[in-house]
């Protein structure tokens, strides 16, 4: 019989050995450091193009994981031990009844509702942030955050045995409470809104040395934010959207989709082309739209005062960047109000099958506002994101959806009230004008 041989992976060059800073270009270390001392602006990853240009092909990716980790080469970490718990490539849905409700030809949801392993957008980044931080040495770790970060940073922490203390606001969704407390971390429920439990956190940090994903570990937490844009490109057949509407928290993930265009063009796997970029935020908190309304250049932090408190940050550390970023792509930032929020998440399961949280509900209502303001051209490709599950925020729509029939278990108890059901149906139907 022959044996088999075990031969060590030879490992592939690194694509990047420095931070820059946003403003400025000053360089640092690839060390835990997340703002320039000389600018104050954050810093961002800097990545050796040429090399990434010789290591990737799209057969290379497509030959790769399932996960955001086909995309390794252009992810902020130098070795080959990466945290993969199957984060990523979900669903790139050709809407129809959504599409033609609004009077779409080309609507594609980007579904990250069910990303793994705790249904949002947040499973991207704490992959790559804990991945990076273990290569830093770091053995606690924390955030943070609204609700969906707690549940990744918990769960792909207990993955990866690392300790972990997480922060949010006292406040939150039951179900994103529960969604932490799970995984066994220790939670801290802070007395106040995210800003003030991100200051918190930045004290922390300094005294405690731990690698927090959205403070010190920043500059490789948001870098998971680019395969959004990676994965549509590739989901599209290799090709660019013309329109994307995405939720706008802190604006790091509006950001990094049209920084991962960037970079698909950069190394030639796409072509080049414009892509408007529009986001949404809830009205409730929404400093990012005001800007962008008002032709400011700089946000006025507001305090945050809505259900979508996922997306709800006042002081949003990316805010100008996205609003520069829809200014030079010609698109739009747009608010929208709770009870729109509601039915955007109304609207998008009953068309689509798709449960959102209010973020999702938040940018379907956008998207619907961009519709009807004709700032959306119905023959385009438009990609909106999807970034959280609905199950995480049952109470926003508790009371606006129907109840179940209690009926006898007889058939003429249930002809009775299949009858009364219909009549309902027919008088709650409604015609819809585009």
């Known amino acids: 019989m022959t044996q088999a041989i075990a031969t060590e992976k030879t490992p592939t060059k690194p694509t990047f050995s420095k931070l820059v800073s946003k403003d400025g270009g000053i360089e640092y270390e690839a060390k835990a450091l997340y703002v320039c001392e000389e600018t104050f602006s954050p810093l961002e990853v800097a990545y050796d193009y040429d090399v990434i240009r010789a290591q990737v092909s799209r057969e290379s990716i497509e030959a790769g994981p399932n996960s955001i980790w086909r995309y390794r080469p252009f992810l902020p970490v130098a070795t080959d031990n990466v945290i993969d718990v199957g984060t990523g490539m979900t669903p790139l849905v050709k809407s129809q009844r959504l599409a033609r409700r609004l009077g779409l030809k080309n609507l594609y949801i980007k579904n990250d509702a069910v990303n793994m392993p705790t249904l949002s957008f947040k499973d991207r980044v704490v992959s790559v942030a804990l991945s990076r931080a273990r290569e830093l040495g770091f053995t606690t770790v924390s955030c943070a955050s609204t609700g ?5 940073t918990a769960a792909i922490a207990a993955h990866a045995g690392l300790d972990c203390c997480v922060f949010i606001p006292s406040d939150l969704e039951a179900g994103k409470v ?20 991100n200051r918190l956190c930045s004290e ?18 948001s870098e998971g934010s680019k395969t959004l844009g990676f994965e549509v490109a590739e989901q599209l057949g290799w090709k660019l959207p013309d329109h994307i509407v995405a939720p706008i928290a802190s604006g790091s993930l509006y950001t990094k989709i049209y920084k991962g265009f960037q970079e698909f063009i950069k190394v030639g796997l796409v072509e080049d082309k414009p892509v408007r970029f529009s986001g949404a935020q809830a009205e409730g908190c929404s400093p990012v739209a005001q800007a962008f309304k008002a032709g400011r250049d700089f946000i006025t932090p507001v305090k945050p005062n809505t259900i979508a408190k996922s997306i709800a940050i006042g002081n949003p550390a990316d805010g100008m960047y996205a609003v520069e970023q829809a200014q030079k792509t010609g698109g739009t930032i747009e608010s929208a109000t709770d009870a729109e929020i509601v039915e955007g998440i109304k609207l998008l399961a009953e068309t689509e099958g798709i449960f959102t949280e209010t973020a999702g509900g938040t940018t379907i209502a956008v998207l619907k ?16 994101y999807i970034t959280g599950n609905g199950l995480k925020t049952q109470e926003a729509v508790q009371g606006c959806i129907g109840e179940p029939l209690t ?9 009775r009230a299949w009858e009364r059901a219909q009549t309902l149906e027919r008088l709650d139907w409604q015609p819809v004008l585009v």
């Open 178 to 197: 529960l969604g932490t407390l799970i995984y066994n971390p220790t939670v801290m429920a802070v007395k106040g809104n995210y800003d003030q439990v």
């Open 407 to 415: 009926i006898d278990a007889k058939l003429d108890s249930f002809e």
């Open 148 to 152: 969906n970060l707690a549940n990744s």
């Open 204 to 221: 922390v940090a300094n005294s405690y040395g731990w690698g927090f994903v959205n403070i010190n570990l920043r500059p490789y937490y």
């Open 369 to 384: 506002k961009l519709v009807e303001a004709g700032k959306i051209d119905p023959d385009e490709t438009t990609v909106v």
